[in-house]
């Protein structure tokens, strides 16, 4: 069997972060020992003063394929995966075609990720307003849980739900025991403002802004929680935005009720009086809102209301961003950021006093616990995959077109300049982005939940 040790300055386990080397053992982490107790028999790679986390799992990516593979596909998905550190996507089931709304699509989207990928995926399941009898099937086909829309996704193929339809739909995903992701804003706060804003100016940041109010997430945030008390299944919250649903949130887990909650980088680094009109690039839904909330959401972090970081990877081609035009109201609303959000969190956490122990457990062992691969993904510990980032926490970024790896290379960060260098990215124990090449053949695999299985055993 082939061993290796991976040695550095700063190991992130879930213990803490102390010099080690982590043993390899074929695919999977056999110890994490001190620098100087390697076994004769390991190759080491010693990568000096560099810190070495596990590699990130993201549980909100829109990858696209099959279907609208001209946006992303998985190849590109994955190569940008790789290169941000991720070894792990957990894809939603809306911008493909089919949607991924039954076993069917599923096994589909199955067979346009053959041989295809550079790290491991998985994909969510959808519920919308008529696939009541495909849930339980889905769950036995290995989906990790299921996302639905309270409000229009803005896109053909995959429809919103009502709370009707939900409560037909409840039931079945209570039974499964797996996680419904909700994207949390409800139409009726969102149409009154629009409708407020006859013959405003949609080049303006601002206009887009109050389209899009707090009160339509909390209003949602508020109907889920419950939802939740009422059919007792678990309700994760997807980019949250708004931090005045906090409170709510906070007292729906003293109630003891199954709730976790994500946000994402671009609310935790962007803030709505730093976009320019006409910067389209920023536009995703819901909105960035004001510094005071950002720092608010930062907040929320740190009393661990907020249990996770994610991407909301959502890119599409250039021309649906209207760059030329700037209209906010009619640019597509996504931002793309696979590569270079382990950067972006790291610019803001480190000055705001955090550790890459709370990255780790943000971006890596939440998510894996949510999408159900926590027993090999997420950690770095003894039985799990050999899966990890190198990076350096000290180095600066100035980001470019050419590093952000995935279709489209648009995006709002480009030129900032960020704190955190990826150097390396492990799968399994085999590199899959090294010294800005991507070694090897795709030998992504897809991580298929059994919690169902266990669940009806």
């Known amino acids: 069997m082939n061993r290796q040790a991976f040695r550095a300055q700063r190991v992130v386990t879930p213990e803490g972060i102390r010099p080690g080397a982590i043993l390899v053992e074929g695919e999977r982490i056999k110890a994490v020992v001190s620098p100087d107790e390697v076994p004769d028999s390991y190759k080491i790679t010693d990568f000096g003063n560099a810190a070495i986390l596990p590699g990130l799992v993201d549980s909100h990516v829109h990858i696209n394929d099959p279907g609208r593979s001209e946006w992303e596909g998985f190849e590109t998905a994955t190569r940008a995966a790789a290169a941000g550190g991720y070894t792990m996507l957990v894809d939603m089931p809306l911008n493909c075609l089919p949607a991924t709304t039954s076993a069917a699509a599923l096994a589909s989207k199955r067979a346009a990720a053959q041989n295809r990928c550079r790290v491991d995926w998985a994909a969510w399941g959808g519920v919308v307003h008529d696939n009541q009898n495909d849930i339980e099937a889905l769950a036995a086909a290995g989906v990790p849980g299921f996302k639905c829309f309270l409000i229009s996704p803005g896109i053909d193929g995959f429809t919103v739900v009502t ?78 935005s708004t931090s005045r649903a906090l409170p709510a949130l906070r007292a729906a887990r003293a109630e003891g009720l199954a709730v976790t909650v994500e946000t994402c980088p671009h609310y935790l680094h962007l803030f709505a009086e730093k976009i320019s009109d006409r910067a389209t690039l920023n536009k995703c839904a819901p909105p960035i809102r004001s510094r005071e909330n950002c720092d608010k959401l930062w907040e929320g972090l740190r009393d661990r209301i907020i249990d996770m970081v994610v991407t909301d990877h959502s890119p599409c081609p250039p021309a649906m961003k209207l760059l030329s035009q700037g209209n906010f109201q009619a640019a597509w609303g996504g931002i793309a950021s696979l590569s270079v959000a382990l950067p972006v969190m790291w610019t803001e956490a480190s000055e705001r006093g955090f550790s890459l122990l709370d990255l780790a457990r943000w971006m890596s062992a939440t998510p894996a616990r949510l999408a159900g691969c926590d027993a090999r993904k997420g950690r770095i510990a003894a039985g799990c995959n050999a899966d990890f980032v190198v990076f350096d926490p000290e180095r600066k970024l100035t980001v470019r077109e050419e590093e952000l790896h995935y279709r489209h290379p648009v995006s709002p960060y480009v030129g900032e300049t960020l704190r955190g260098v990826v150097e390396a990215t492990y799968l399994r124990g085999n590199p899959v982005f090294l010294n800005g090449e991507f070694p090897g053949e795709p030998a992504g695999r897809e991580y298929t939940s059994n919690a169902y299985h266990r669940s009806k055993a």
Do not use: N
Not at 172 to 191: C, K, Y
Not at 196 to 204: E, I, K, P, Q, Y
């Open 163 to 240: 709370e009707k339809q939900l409560r037909l739909a409840l039931p079945h995903v209570a039974r499964t025991g797996l996680p419904l992701l909700v994207h949390a804003e409800l139409p009726d706060a969102i149409d009154r403002a629009t409708s407020a804003l006859a013959g405003a100016d949609w080049s303006r940041y601002e206009t887009y802004l109050q389209s899009r109010p707090d009160e339509a997430e909390m209003d949602a945030i508020e109907l889920m929680i419950s939802l939740c008390r009422e059919y007792g299944f678990h309700l994760h919250i997807v980019h949250l």
